[in-house]
């Protein structure tokens, strides 16, 4: 369960991310709105699931699935620029994240 716990924070660290470069500087109401219910949520979730998996792991997990979902977003929906290499460090960078959880041992 924490693991699952763990990517959905991962994701609504995406959505925070989005939302905050989206509220042009708190100046818009909802990505505002968004930015902190998404932000606080993610941020429970990270919390929770670090009882089970160790800190490491657990943050540098949250921290790829986050980063990798706003550039993948970003180059979806315009405000970035696609390239191949891009998206081959984003499945390297997915790949690690997997790794980590292949090799995670619990505590």
């Not at 699931?49 to 550039?71: D, F, S």
Request: with cysteine.
């Amino acid at each position: 369960m924490s693991w699952i716990v763990l990517i959905a924070s991962g994701v609504l660290e995406a959505v925070w991310a989005t939302a905050l470069g989206k509220s042009e500087g708190f100046s818009k109401l909802w990505p505002t709105v968004i930015f902190g219910g998404a932000l606080a949520l993610s941020m429970a979730g990270l919390a929770w699931a670090m009882r089970e998996i160790p800190i490491g792991t657990a943050y540098a997990v949250w921290v790829g699935i986050g980063a990798a979902l706003t550039v993948a977003w970003a180059m979806i929906s315009g405000d970035a620029s696609v390239s191949w290499l891009k998206i081959a460090l984003l499945v390297g960078l997915i790949g690690c994240i997997v790794g980590l959880k292949l090799v995670d041992t619990p505590h």
